[in-house]
């Protein structure tokens, strides 16, 4: 008979059971009630008030509470008045920036047991970042693994003495193994995808040298060879002597090629086909090389493009290779592959002379280490689909919609643009497009199906197996990327994925990627008062929707800018905002001593202003976006224990907002000096909060760019 045991719950386990949001969610939500409490207790809830009572809108309530000083009026110092509070009462899920929120977030995933009926990739992904954070198995199995990888492929030398067979070692034959088991196989040759010249629509393939600049070492005054030494007596101990004397060879063969690979010779590019190109290049089998390492998921044939270097170049190249010995040649390419293994295997290794720097938690380099091996990363997928519903996705996209009607309008509207830049701007804009979340639908597992184009099944699953075999994955998939049209590959909207959890821009194919976290309920909740969310968002989303009109004023006219007299009529408005930052800057009085220095000796300026005109812009966008919503759908309920109308409550959700770090920009985080210059020049924030005339937020002579 089967029998069963029960676990004795206590109080301590339940607590210690949670994960870190888990907690922090508790704890608000205590906080939000007994907040509720003391305002009834005092006399300033009432039960009958005719406000929003839903349980979004009390956690609300009790969230701007704990940000403004209502003490303050908010015509003479709005930032004071919207963050007063804020650093005195804010929690710490408050505090933490949309990055530390992520991480957070994906970390407690990746710990979650992986269960049978997960989907296969997000099975490889919790193997692989549970297999980094156990550091015992690292110490035991790191070494080992890399040492079988190192006799597939040929052996090293100087481990292996006078016992090393040359005839066992070929370099190409070991780049096609090294490439076949996931380790560093860009050694001598280097296979790249990039655009197609002058074709913003297709991908090429490009064979280079690699990069040979030490960029582990290069900046650090290391004696490289006495490294190296180092590491090799990791594998084995032996003669010091005998192996300094080899891996200096190594050293000086390095400097050969990193002279050779000057950027004018090895990095100028021209189209051939590949029979083209081997009429010029000898017996090289061009084509068996790019098949075996983009393969197996691309071909290519005799008659297909590849831009190369210079036939003479690289032939002159690859001569300096042929001529040297084969126990140079192996001694160096094994270097190289434990050098890229160095930060995954033992501490003494990871963290030595010339290894990583502890600049972030063990957890953290983990979840680096996991999410860059997967286009997208399978646990940003679940996590997405458990905190980004379809109704939540269809309410920000059509804040997004809404935005940008009001952009087409105030083009439209804006006297100064001549016709033809107004065209092209006002089309610009309308064929933007909007990814929320992830690049294609999250809710079916079509997207993680269609990562897994190279998964081999590994037979030791230790942390540099999987490693391996993610990269090996990960390899392909991009490799595969030249058989999809531009619009139909992920590849370049996932250039613009910032790692920070920030929404960004992409000018190459004209779209607006919105990461989850950004619009989960620490700046975003389907079921809180659109002033709530509409003011958040001007601070999120509006600065970036307004990035479409960057590319009118950085490029010519010839490529799609716009013409000279438009550029220069919006320089000109343009300097009211400079002067309006300076009269706000004083108030704030906020110093940033690397920004002053990067002022002095940088051209950064350049486009500073345009980054100030996108910030009012944004705001103007978003409040547009909000008057057009409520003239559809009439006033919303106020929120209970603030007395401020929908409107002063949408500035005031923009507001704080800022507060925190978690809006940040390209230029770093919003500066209250910023905030402050886009909110006194919208007059509607005058109005809305019966500023007086030339009051501080209210000043006589607004900057309008667009009018």
């Keep these: 008979m089967p029998s069963f045991w029960v676990r004795s719950i206590t109080c301590r386990d339940w607590w210690f059971d949670k994960s870190f949001l888990e907690k922090c969610l508790i704890i608000a939500l205590v906080v939000c009630l007994l907040t509720i409490l003391i305002l009834s207790s005092v006399g300033k809830f009432n039960t009958y008030e005719k406000g929003c009572q839903s349980s979004e809108c009390l956690k ?101 003495g006078e016992n090393w067979n040359e005839k066992n070692y070929d370099w190409k034959e070991a780049t096609y193994k090294l490439r076949e088991r996931g380790y560093e196989y860009s050694i001598f040759l280097e296979l790249s995808l990039v655009l197609f010249p002058e074709k913003s629509d297709k991908f090429i393939y490009q064979v280079s040298s690699p990069d040979t600049f030490d960029y582990r070492y290069g900046l650090f005054e290391l004696d490289k060879v006495e490294l190296m030494a180092d ?285 989850g976290v950004a619009i989960q309920d620490l700046l975003f909740h389907e079921r809180r008062p659109r002033y709530v969310n509409y003011g958040s968002m001007a601070a999120l989303l509006g600065y970036h929707v307004s990035s479409v009109f960057g590319k009118f004023l950085t490029k010519p006219s010839e490529s799609g800018g716009w013409q000279s007299k438009t550029k220069n009529e919006y320089s000109e408005r343009e300097k009211c905002i400079s002067e309006s930052i300076i009269r706000y800057q004083k108030e704030v009085q906020t110093e940033d001593p690397l920004e002053d220095f990067i002022k002095k000796f940088v051209a950064v300026n350049v486009n500073r202003n345009v980054y100030y005109t996108k910030e009012q812009l944004g705001l103007q966008l978003a409040y547009s976006a909000y008057d057009s919503w409520v003239k559809n759908n009439g006033d919303e309920l106020k929120l209970i224990g603030l007395d401020y109308t929908s409107r002063q409550l949408f500035w005031i959700s923009a507001g704080i907002t800022f507060c925190t770090s978690k809006v940040t920009r390209d230029v770093g985080k919003v500066k209250p000096e910023v905030v402050l210059m886009s909110i006194a020049n919208n007059p509607n924030f005058a109005l809305d909060f019966k500023c007086p005339e030339a009051s501080h937020m209210n000043p006589a002579n607004k900057c309008k760019i667009f009018s």
């Design 60 to 160: 609300e309530a009790s969230r701007m509470l704990s940000y403004i000083d209502p003490n303050v009026n908010p015509c003479d110092q709005f930032y004071e008045f919207t963050c007063g509070n804020f650093l005195k009462t804010a929690g710490e899920e408050e505090r933490m920036s949309l990055d530390e929120y992520k991480k957070a977030q994906l970390i407690d995933t990746y710990k979650e047991r992986i269960k049978r009926d997960d989907h296969r990739m997000v099975q490889s992904a919790k193997k692989l970042f549970q297999a980094c954070t156990n550091e015992v198995d690292i110490e035991q199995d790191g070494i080992k693994t890399l040492k079988e990888i190192i006799n597939l492929v040929g052996g090293w030398p100087v481990l292996e």
């Design 231 to 515: 590491v090799v007596e990791f594998f084995n101990k032996g003669n010091r002597t005998a192996i300094k004397e080899e891996m200096e060879q190594v050293h000086l063969f390095w400097k050969t090629l990193r002279d050779k690979d000057h950027p004018f010779y090895m990095r100028t590019f021209k189209q051939y086909t590949i029979e083209e190109y081997s009429k010029f290049t000898g017996p090289f089998d061009w084509l068996d090389f790019i098949n075996r390492i983009a393969g197996p998921t691309a071909t290519i044939t005799k008659t297909t493009y590849v831009l190369f270097p210079d036939p003479q170049n690289l032939t002159s190249w690859l001569d300096i290779i042929d001529k040297t010995s084969k126990r140079i040649q192996a001694n160096y390419m094994m270097w190289k592959v434990v050098e890229s293994s160095i930060p995954y295997l033992n501490r003494e290794l990871r963290y030595g002379k010339g290894g990583l720097r502890r600049r972030e938690t063990h957890e953290d380099f983990c979840l680096r280490e996991a999410e860059k091996r997967f286009y997208p990363s399978p646990i940003s997928v679940i996590n997405d689909r458990r905190h980004i519903t379809k109704e939540k996705r269809n309410i920000v996209i059509g804040l997004l919609e809404s935005m940008r009607s009001e952009f087409i309008k105030i083009i439209q509207n804006t006297a100064w643009i001549p016709e033809d830049d107004r065209s092209n701007t006002t089309k610009r804009i309308a064929d933007m497009k909007f990814l929320v979340a992830q690049p294609i639908e999250y809710f079916t597992d079509t997207i993680l199906d269609d990562l897994d184009v190279d998964m081999v099944t590994v037979k030791n699953e230790t942390f540099l197996e999987l490693i391996a075999q993610a990269n090996r994955n990960s390899h392909s998939w991009v490799y595969s990327q030249i058989k999809q049209p531009l619009a139909e590959s992920y590849l370049w909207k996932l250039h613009i994925r910032y790692d920070n959890g920030q929404p960004g821009y992409s000018t190459l194919d004209n779209s607006l990627f919105i990461p």
